[in-house]
Nanobody
């Protein structure tokens, strides 16, 4: 059983930072891909970043150089460090698990999802 719980969202001014955490209280996820997605207001959910078991990482172009994804397999937790935040980063952020060793940016290739955490960046 996989149960993902995100935390760390909130309201921040443009240029500020937040760190999101996603903890799994169920089975260990060390072999799987863990990803972050976001859904801006009025838009579809989109890929943000993903990390596989060996540490290979992908980012969407719009967050490269500003966001950092990392994972702590011992704690069954994945993080998203978000720096230099912009108003366009405002969204509900979701973590997700893909039960595969192969990474993906496709939402429909992820198997388990957290409930989401709101990030609001004011200008």
């Amino acid at each position: 059983q996989v149960q993902l719980v995100e935390s760390g969202g909130g309201l921040v001014q443009a240029g500020g930072s937040l760190r999101l955490s996603c903890a799994n209280s169920g089975r260990t996820l060390s072999w799987y891909v863990m990803g972050w997605f976001r859904q801006p207001p009025g838009k579809e959910r989109e890929f943000v970043a993903a990390i596989n078991w060996s540490g290979d990482i992908e980012y969407v172009d719009s967050v490269k150089g500003r966001f950092t994804i990392s994972r702590d397999n011992a704690k069954n937790t994945v993080y998203l460090q978000m720096n230099s935040l912009k108003p366009e980063d405002t969204a509900v952020y979701y973590c997700a698990v893909r039960r595969s060793v192969l990474g993906s940016r496709r939402e429909n290739e992820y198997d388990d999802w957290g409930q989401g955490t709101q990030v609001t960046v004011s200008s």
